[in-house]
């Protein structure tokens, strides 16, 4: 058997897993095969396994990525597909050694996630729901709204909004039960205005969208069919041509620290596994911190025109 059947092989073994046992979805999935065939093909250039792969080998793959101008970030997503693969193996006891273990993650791997400021996003919700508040909207604007509106308000995925069922809204008690990665489900509450947009998309909207078909799927196209993430992403650039459904969901995150909120809330109504992930948001509102501070502490610069 030749090193690139070998390699696949184990590949499928390792969606498998990653199927059954973690109960990843199909798209997750493919992303996780992508990143892993990207560092077998590099070590099938030099006769080697992906089970007998060395440190040095996969840091000498991340170093040809960076000469070919991929992005950090990039490289740093597939670093941590490599090391949960690894782990398997680790685990499984089919390697002795992990050799994504003491590799260095991409300094930009905390890079900032972009997001908009409150008046861009508050003008983006406000034509928004101007438009849907027309006597005479049509059904795709009720809905368009309401997606906008759980973006933000929410902070869900793109992959959440798409894969929503109507049966996940319970209204009656402003929340929304949300599956995310991993098929992990948590309850996402919900404010007044993304209520009364769902309510009315619910009532005057998906009824006209659906027509005589049963579709479980909350948020449809013209056709009565589920959307597409590629459809939502062209939606949200329409409203605001650098705006993003991942730039809502961050939007919404970082407005949360801004005002206060704790990281482990906002942890929870994203639906991060790790905290870590979410203290990049502490980053985002530092500016805000340090206009607190010195606006408030006593050894700071004060304000000025205050009392000396």
Same mark, same amino acid.
């Given at each position: 058997?030749?090193d690139a ?9 390792? $969606? ?10 199909? !798209? ?10 990207q ?8 006769? #080697?396994?992906?089970?007998?792969? @060395? ?5 000498a ?9 991929? +992005?950090?970030?990039?490289i740093?997503?597939k !670093? ?13 006891? &089919? ?18 996630p ?7 996003? %508050? ?7 101007? $438009? ?21 308000? %929410? =902070?869900?995925?793109? *992959?959440?909004? #798409? @894969?929503? &069922? +109507?049966?996940?809204?319970? !209204?009656?008690?402003?929340?929304v039960?949300? &599956?995310?990665?991993g ?13 009364k947009?769902? +309510?009315?998309?619910?009532? +005057? ?11 479980? #799927?909350?948020?449809? *196209?013209?056709? =009565?069919k589920?959307?597409?993430?590629? /459809?939502?992403w062209?939606?949200?650039k329409? /409203? ?7 730039m ?15 990281? &482990? *809330?906002?942890?929870?109504? !994203? ?6 992930? #979410?203290?990049?948001? @502490?980053?985002?509102?530092? =500016? ?14 004060r304000?000025? =025109?205050?009392? *000396?």
């Amino acid at each position: 058997m030749s090193d690139a059947a070998r390699n696949s092989a184990l590949l499928r073994e390792y $969606m498998t897993y990653l199927s059954v046992e973690k109960g990843l979805r199909p !798209l997750s999935r493919e992303s996780y095969l992508r990143d892993l065939e990207q560092l077998a093909e590099f070590l099938e250039t030099t006769h #080697t396994l992906l089970l007998s792969a @060395t440190q040095t080998q996969v840091s000498a793959f991340m170093e040809d990525m960076r000469s070919r101008h991929v +992005e950090s970030r990039s490289i740093a997503r597939k !670093l941590s597909c490599w090391r949960g693969f690894y782990r398997w193996l680790l685990k499984d006891k &089919r390697i002795q050694h992990d050799p994504t273990v003491n590799l260095e993650t991409p300094a930009s791997w905390k890079v900032l996630p972009k997001s908009l400021a409150e008046a861009e996003v %508050g003008d983006v919700l406000t034509r928004a729901a101007q $438009m849907a508040a027309h006597p005479q909207a049509e059904p795709q604007m009720l809905r368009d709204y309401a997606i906008l509106e759980l973006l933000y308000a %929410g =902070g869900l995925r793109v *992959s959440e909004i #798409t @894969t929503l &069922r +109507e049966a996940d809204l319970h !209204l009656d008690q402003a929340r929304v039960q949300v &599956r995310g990665k991993g098929d992990k489900e948590r309850i996402v509450p919900l404010g007044v205005p993304s209520i009364k947009a769902l +309510e009315r998309y619910l009532k +005057e909207g998906r009824p006209a969208l659906c027509g005589k078909q049963f579709e479980r #799927t909350l948020f449809l *196209s013209v056709r =009565g069919k589920p959307l597409t993430r590629d /459809w939502v992403w062209t939606m949200v650039k329409k /409203w605001d041509k650098r705006a993003s459904p991942h730039m809502l969901r961050h939007s919404c995150a970082t407005h949360m620290v801004e005002h206060g909120a704790d990281l &482990r *809330s906002v942890q929870t109504l !994203l639906g991060h596994a790790d905290i870590a992930t #979410t203290q990049v948001y @502490t980053h985002v509102a530092l =500016g805000r911190l340090k206009q607190v501070h010195r606006l408030h502490h006593p050894r700071a610069k004060r304000r000025e =025109g205050a009392a *000396s």
